[in-house]
């Protein structure tokens, strides 16, 4: 039972933090990004690459190839579309997504890489008759430092002020000096560095990165930030989390029947939504006043 | 020497033209008002001016310098604020909050807390709040936490649009009566508003705009002449531009 309330909390703590990194891209730029599945590949890939420089310096490597990647994202492809309409910027999020996964391809093969990272994770602790084991305690502290680290962020330093205000009301923020590029390239780059989190867990976890890696995660992440309500980054890193833990605690009691988790899920959030259209937490909770 | 000095100004949004031949002199310290139908241009006026709409011919002088084809966000640090229209204020955000957003406007970092300090005292019911949702403010209280957060990047020309939307008659005079007071402390002001003559009482003069020309430039004292008011604001009789 404890293992099984440890694995739901390391599962919601790893798509809460893969739902933050959409979020602050969404909040920011209205983009939903579905590339934010490559940056989670790209990250793995570096990790399992660079391994052999020893676990520190390849972890090192990973968060800032991915937050670069991410930002080349912006650079590249994001920051030339600004005036585009959301479809618009949902389109060529689905480019670059399918662009990195051939890339990544040619690159890296289309076969699964494979490799070691941080092995101890896989170790069980025991606790007299109960064992659990440490790559859920693992994952749950190192989802909460992250998110901590975050909410600090965004809520006590001026930069996260100015991308609270900018994901609100992106005009106005710009009228009161918020300069658009540089809260734009943080949000990209605080998204790259969840999203090399969100790799190292993974990775540890299945041992092997192939092209498609971070796909299924981002997928249910973007229904993370709308269980939230997209806009709201509490919402985002709150709806994540759901998500993932319920389909931690479904596959758990589904048992051989498992197969139907992602079934219940949808069932689950469709009546989420049906009950609060705008997410768990509504961007426009607080109704203007005459 | 104007302080601002805007010559056959075209703005619109995207291929949609709406400002036609837009052109305003503001000299430091002076209350100017532009006045209008719905659609009359007003705002689009009011935002070329502050970059959040594209200009697409004519010349904008600011200080001394063209500011046209500038990021809003390069305007108000050269000293150009505005108060959008609806007070668009960060109502998930505290006042407090929303006062620290305005000093990102700010040319000189230094004299920050001096200057909430003396938005404070102008608008007192503001320190009362300071740690509450703003959204939980009444509407009177976000237009002055608005104008407050404007003033907090100590503007040399604040810009208001319809700063009286939605407010009770009671509190336009509170909010009118803290525009001329903002004046008095030097701070030029260009205020647009649907109510002529509130606004027209209390500027030096009121450029009147319709169909996204400017149709006419009335003195203070104009303001009880209805005729001439009426003529200009809805377009019978003769226009004197």
């Known amino acids: 039972m404890i293992q099984t309330i440890l694995d739901a909390l390391s599962y919601g703590g790893i798509y809460g933090l893969a739902a933050l990194g959409i979020g602050l891209v969404f909040g920011v730029m209205r983009l939903v990004n579905f590339a934010h599945g490559e940056l989670i590949a790209i990250g793995a890939y570096l990790l399992i690459v660079t391994i052999d420089l020893g676990l520190p310096l390849s972890i090192l490597i990973a968060v800032t190839g991915t937050a670069i990647l991410a930002l080349l994202m912006e650079f590249g492809v994001f920051k030339r579309l600004r005036l585009a309409g959301p479809a618009v910027l949902l389109i060529a999020s689905f480019g670059v997504s399918v662009f990195l996964q051939r890339f990544y391809e040619i690159i890296f093969g289309a076969l699964p890489l494979s490799g070691q990272i941080a092995p101890w994770m896989a170790g069980v602790i025991e606790f007299g008759d109960t064992t659990i084991t440490r790559g859920s305690v693992v994952t749950i502290i190192l989802a909460l430092v992250l998110l901590s680290a975050m909410w600090f962020f965004i809520e006590k330093t001026t930069l996260g002020l100015q991308i609270r205000a900018a994901s609100s009301d992106f005009q106005t923020a710009r009228l009161l000096g918020v300069r658009s590029n540089r809260v734009i390239g943080a949000a990209f780059v605080f998204s790259g560095v969840l999203a090399a989190a969100v790799a190292f867990v993974l990775v540890t976890q299945r041992g092997s990165v192939d092209p498609l890696f971070g796909v299924n995660i981002t997928i249910l992440a973007l229904v993370g930030t709308v269980i939230g309500g997209l806009g709201s980054l509490q919402g985002a890193a709150l709806g994540g989390f759901a998500v993932g833990a319920t389909i931690s605690l479904l596959n758990s009691f589904l048992g051989n029947y498992r197969v139907y988790t992602y079934t219940w899920l949808f069932i689950l959030v469709i009546i989420v939504l049906l009950v609060r259209p705008g997410g768990l937490i509504s961007n426009k909770a607080v109704k203007e006043r005459v | ?241």
């Open chain 2, 1 to 241: 020497m104007n302080l601002l000095s805007v010559r056959d100004l075209h703005a619109g949004y995207g291929k949609v033209q709406v400002l036609y031949n837009g052109h305003i002199d503001v000299e430091p310290g002076e209350l100017v008002g532009i006045v209008g139908p719905n659609g009359a241009g007003k705002s689009t006026f009011l935002g070329a001016l502050a970059g959040s709409v594209r200009a697409s011919n004519g010349s904008i002088d600011f200080d001394g310098a063209s500011i046209k084809g500038k990021n809003p966000e390069d305007i108000v640090r050269l000293g150009l604020a505005m108060v959008p229209e609806g007070r668009a204020i960060f109502t998930d955000l505290t006042v407090n909050e929303n006062l620290r957003l305005g000093l990102t406007g700010r040319r000189e970092k230094s004299g920050a807390q001096r200057a909430i300090d003396e938005v404070m005292d102008l608008f007192p019911v503001l320190t009362t709040h300071k740690n509450h949702q703003a959204g939980l403010l009444s509407g009177g209280q976000q237009q002055q936490l608005a104008i407050a957060r404007a003033l907090v990047s100590e503007p040399k020309l604040l810009l208001l649009d319809e700063p009286s939307l939605g407010l009770s008659p009671t509190v336009i005079q509170d909010v009118f009566g803290v525009l001329a007071r903002i004046q008095e402390q030097g701070t030029a002001i260009v205020v647009v508003e649907q109510r002529a003559h509130l606004v027209m009482s209390i500027a030096v003069r009121t450029l009147v705009m319709r169909e996204g020309h400017i149709r006419a430039t009335l003195s203070q004292a104009d303001a009880q002449d209805e005729a001439k008011l009426a003529a200009a604001y809805f377009g019978t009789g003769e226009d004197r531009e």
